[in-house]
């Protein structure tokens, strides 16, 4: 069974930082794809970085240069860097992962939804000003 448990979420001022976590358990060692999204009350599921099992990564533009996507060397915790957070970033943040019986993805775009199959049940990030 596929687990995914985020952490590491909170409240911080604008400029701050925080680094999420996703600890994961059921998937297999090189996993075929996984990601990071976020939802604002009233707002659309957006996908903001997605990690390919080559380690290639991509990224939305409202978070390039600032959030990186990262795991750890066993790959069982995938991990999202947050820099330089503004008022904009306060959102439910959730991390996803594709199962490996779908074919093969590369991470060139950013993430949709669609092309993922797990989900966590998200940690909340409030940035103020």
């Known amino acids: 069974q596929v687990q995914l448990v985020e952490s590491g979420g909170g409240s911080v001022h604008t400029g701050g930082s925080l680094r999420l976590s996703c600890a994961t358990s059921g998937l297999p060692y090189s996993n075929n794809y996984m990601a990071w999204f976020r939802q604002a009350p009233g707002k659309a599921r957006e996908g903001l970085a997605a990690?390919?099992?080559?380690?290639?990564?991509a990224y939305a533009d409202s978070v390039k240069g600032r959030f990186t996507i990262s795991q750890d060397v066993a790959n069982t915790i995938l991990y999202l860097q947050m820099n330089s957070l503004e008022p904009e970033d306060t959102a439910m943040y959730y991390c996803?992962?594709?199962?490996?019986?779908?074919?093969?993805?590369?991470?060139?775009?950013?993430?949709?939804?669609?092309?993922?199959?797990?989900w966590g049940q998200g940690t909340q990030v409030t940035v103020s000003s």
């Open positions: 990690l390919d099992r080559d380690g290639r990564t």
């Open positions: 996803a992962a594709r199962s490996s019986f779908r074919p093969r993805m590369i991470a060139s775009t950013p993430p949709r939804p669609e092309n993922l199959n797990y």
